[in-house]
């Protein structure tokens, strides 16, 4: 029964952090089906949003509710500013020097955040707790079933977002072809806005949970954090929502049962060789549509 | 040219109608077929061009004429049909090897090495034409700088079909619209092609560049001796230039024949004008 | 062309540089051990000539080839790695004359063969894909070599990389003058490739890949042998890293490190081998040079990675590449004549 019970809190473990993957995949899938970038920054909005709770908690000892919201506010301004800033100057060019500005961002982040906050990481005081749920030998901590429910509920609410309302339809529009979707009216700069205010939405809610289970916050957690969930967005299908969310719990999974076996070292190793065998095997990913470039 | 060839018979399938069937054709299309998902691009493309042949391929917009060029140079693989070139079946093979079969092609977007010189164009064309190996470039060995010399002799030549010399150190992407063609020709012709496929080679030039271009055509064929099969919607020069006519329509051929042919013929104005009919001079 | 400018025949050309630069290689290594240098800014020339060498292998898949890929480090620590641990096999450090420069060169050659069949192997399956793909898969492999390079002594069960704690006591092999003749030996090798048949048709790839195929261009075969070439390069420059510092950690090759390279490369001009050479120069001297300035390195780095792309995106010197002769010739020619910079690349 012992091994069950681990068997069954790593599954657990897997789903928490699968939820956390997932949350920021969608972020990058979106702004790719969007812009065709790779966004690298977006892990880096997750590490801010971190920061904003760990400011307004420890430093200034807001309520948990403002904090999160702060964040949440913070990381979606964010999203918006670095497009408007960095990304929308190069609309029009070579997607190299866009994934390279990407890049530079992300690490303008980083280093910049190490530069004033120091390279250690800030802990951040318990914000949510609750009681744990028991089932059997086995435990499910509070933190997990608030990450797993919020995500859900997350994805529920974007899929309504993009499948009903008239900017969903205007960010699928875009996506299928930029050039048509201006021409029937739909206002590029809105759309593409409003795309990064969602991801990076929902990376601000991401960054929350992660406190939420890992209770520390680092100029740095963004990058392994970021690449993992890109590793997600691109085995779901980079563009796909539905292989977002896939994505994102097939990688949290993978790693819990990594560490199970107790080869943990090797995690990011595994997730990167998944990544790498997707590629090869199915580079369109889980659930992505095929590319052809036209001649 | 045609008044030099001895048997004039009709072979099936053949665009030129009354092709000189004492040599085997240079390029013979069997039923060439393909689908993108569900839909049927091209279907039962039958299409044979001889030596020294200039053929067109003319059809309304969407007709699959492009689609036809990208698998003569296998960019797509067919779903059905076959292609031999010179006899070769070049089902499965890579484009750069039809290319080294003996197929170059322009593109209608064009697709130059922008900011590559004009004579580095020529010479990425004629990589094939040089052997040296990459030894022999590390060391700068004797073969490097023989054949280099030579290729860069007749590259020179080459854009000297369009009076290009001058330009061969100008970045390919500074062009004029009407250079930049004919770069692409010239290159296209540095690969020594047995059949050289021309994608709308006179879109955007004016009519006395189009008339020198006609004239360069007939030109290159006479001198190399190689079969042209050209997209165009320039009807005028369709008609002047080319021995024999394919029309394609929604991925078929609904009519093949001479220009005076295809001129004439109902389907033909059916399908550039719709059903009420008009004149001939239709352009798509 | 038809003009009636005095120009240098090929081969004397040729002749002309290797003498310039066989002279240059003697003079400033003399110039180095003197006692005017100190050893302290001999070593910053030295790390200035690994990073060149980074710069100028990188430059080879990113400005010539026309892909981004993301994890050169990787190559960098094979190299590193496969150097450090043959150094120590065979004892370098007890090596006397000839056996011991057998040794270095064997080294450095076989760091680079090891990387460049690292190269092959990530190479062909990698380059089936584009762009992003291309830069993500090579992002994941160097991240894979880093946490191999961590755990592969618990798998293999004998210490062969010594784990995060680090490989140590690796022969210091590394002086001024291998560095210099590595940099010379690499930007020569590259520049003669980049000027032949096989150069052009790299970069026929980079312009315009379907155009290049229907040229009679073996694409993938060109894309692995560029990406093999940069990898090879890669691992020499690592091999004389782990001979300079003496002792290696997986950590100093992650992503941080091939976004190090990358930013070179894009601020010389992604292209051009005289501003990968340059930036490598600026990029490397400039933190020591302002001792104050080294906290805010990696922020100016990527500031300058972002500045570049939106403001001036082909780099500081675009595709131009150097050329002696040309100058050689231009002073030659009653002209106003350009000043004489040193340099490797040339023509």
């Keep these: 029964m012992a091994f069950l019970s681990t068997l069954f809190s790593q599954v657990i473990n897997g789903l928490q952090s699968g939820s956390i993957y997932a949350l920021v995949a969608l972020g990058y899938s979106m702004v790719y089906g969007i812009i065709m970038l790779l966004n690298f920054a977006h892990g880096d909005i997750i590490m801010v949003g971190a920061y904003v709770v760990w400011m307004s908690t420890a430093n200034f000892g807001f309520h948990p509710i403002v904090s999160i919201l702060l964040a949440v506010v913070v990381s979606t301004t964010l999203g918006v500013v670095i497009e408007k800033v960095a990304y929308a100057p190069l609309r029009s060019s070579p997607r190299l020097s866009l994934l390279i500005t990407a890049i530079g961002i992300s690490f303008l982040l980083e280093n910049g955040f190490q530069l004033i906050f120091g390279a250690g990481a800030k802990v951040v005081p318990d914000f949510l707790t609750g009681p744990s749920v028991h089932l059997g030998s086995a435990t499910i901590s509070f933190s997990a079933i608030v990450t797993i429910v919020v995500t859900v509920l997350m994805m529920a609410g974007l899929t309504f977002l993009v499948q009903k309302t008239k900017l969903g339809k205007a960010m699928r529009a875009v996506s299928e072809d930029m050039g048509a979707a201006q021409l029937m009216g739909i206002n590029l700069n809105t759309t593409i806005s409003f795309t990064f205010a969602m991801g990076s939405a929902l990376a601000g809610v991401a960054s929350v949970l992660y406190l939420s289970s890992y209770g520390q916050a680092s100029p740095t957690m963004g990058s392994m954090l970021g690449l993992k969930a890109f590793v997600a967005a691109v085995l779901g299908g980079i563009g796909s929502l539905p292989g977002a969310m896939l994505g994102g719990f097939v990688i949290g999974m993978a790693e819990a049962l990594v560490s199970a076996a107790g080869l943990s070292v090797w995690k990011d190793g595994v997730v990167f060789a998944i990544l790498i065998i997707v590629l090869l095997v199915k580079p369109t990913g889980l659930m992505g549509k095929p590319m052809t470039e036209k001649v | ?284 | 062309m038809k003009t009636n400018r005095k120009t240098i025949p090929m081969p004397m050309r040729y002749l002309i540089n290797t003498v310039l630069i066989v002279l240059f290689i003697l003079a400033s290594t003399l110039f180095v051990n003197s006692d005017a240098v100190s050893g302290y800014f001999t070593k910053i020339l030295m790390v200035i000539g690994i990073n060149i060498i980074l710069a100028v292998s990188l430059n080879i898949a990113t400005g010539y080839l026309g892909q981004l890929p993301l994890g050169h480090a990787g190559f960098m620590a094979v190299g590193a790695y496969t150097g450090g641990i043959f150094l120590k096999a065979v004892d370098a450090a007890k090596a006397t004359g000839g056996t011991y420069y057998l040794y270095v060169a064997a080294a450095l050659v076989l760091s680079g063969i090891v990387a460049g069949i690292f190269g092959i192997l990530i190479g062909v399956p990698a380059l089936r894909l584009k762009g992003d793909y291309l830069a993500i898969i090579t992002l994941g492999f160097g991240e894979i070599i880093r946490v191999v390079l961590t755990n592969i002594d618990s798998v293999l069960g004998f210490d062969l990389t010594y784990g995060a704690s680090g490989l140590k006591r690796i022969p210091k092999i590394t002086t001024f003058f291998n560095v210099l003749l590595c940099v010379v030996l690499s930007c020569v090798v590259i520049h003669m490739v980049m000027k032949s048949r096989h150069g052009r048709a790299i970069l026929s790839i980079r312009e315009n890949e379907i155009a290049a195929e229907s040229c009679g261009i073996r694409t993938t075969y060109y894309k692995v042998m560029a990406f093999t070439m940069s990898a090879f390069f890669a691992g020499v420059a690592g091999c004389l890293y782990a001979g300079y510092l003496g002792s290696l950690q997986p950590s100093s090759f992650g992503f941080m490190k091939s976004i190090e390279i990358l930013v070179m490369v894009v601020l010389g001009g992604m292209g051009s081998m005289l501003g990968s050479i340059l930036s490598a120069t600026v990029l490397t001297a400039l933190p020591e040079a302002l001792r104050a300035f080294s906290d805010y390195r990696m922020v100016v780095y990527s500031l300058v990675l972002v500045l570049m792309m939106i403001f001036k995106p082909t780099g500081l010197l675009g595709q131009y590449d150097f050329s002696l002769s040309r100058i050689l010739e231009k002073l030659m020619n009653p002209k106003k004549s350009a000043g004489k910079k040193e340099g490797a690349s040339h023509e």
Excluded at chain 2, 149 to 176: R, T, Y
């Design chain 2, 1 to 284: 040219m045609s008044e030099q060839k001895t048997k004039l018979v009709e072979v099936p399938g053949g665009i030129i109608p009354e092709r000189d069937v004492s040599q085997p054709p240079v390029l013979e299309v069997r039923h060439l077929g393909i689908d993108f998902g569900g839909l049927t691009a091209v279907d039962d493309f039958d299409f044979v061009i001889g030596k020294d042949e200039i053929g067109g391929l003319i059809g309304p917009n969407g007709a699959g004429k492009t689609t036809v060029f990208n698998l003569l140079t296998n960019v797509y693989q067919p779903t059905r049909g076959h292609i031999l070139l010179g006899g070769v079946d070049t089902r499965g093979k890579k484009t750069y090897e039809v290319n080294k079969l003996g197929i170059a092609r322009t593109f209608q977007n064009i697709r130059l090495f922008k900011t590559l010189t004009v004579l580095d164009n020529v010479l990425i064309g004629m990589h094939n034409g040089m052997g040296y190996n990459l030894g022999s470039s590390v060391l700068r060995l004797p073969a490097y700088w023989k054949q280099e010399k030579e290729a860069k002799q007749e590259a020179l030549s080459l854009l000297g079909i369009f009076d290009m010399q001058d330009l061969a150190e100008v970045h390919a992407g500074n062009l004029p619209y009407g250079a930049q063609r004919r770069l692409e020709i010239v290159r296209a012709l540095a690969t020594k092609p047995k059949i050289l496929l021309l994608d709308e080679p006179a879109a955007g030039m004016n009519p006395s560049e189009t008339a020198e271009l006609m004239e360069n055509i007939r030109r290159i064929r006479d001198r190399f001796g190689i079969a042209v099969i050209l997209i165009e919607h320039d009807m005028n020069l369709v008609m002047n230039i080319c021995e024999g006519i394919a029309v394609l329509n929604y991925g078929r051929i609904i009519a093949k024949g001479t220009p005076e042919e295809i001129r004439k013929n109902p389907v033909v104005i059916e399908a550039y004008l719709g059903k009420k009919g008009g004149t001939a001079n239709a352009e798509g």
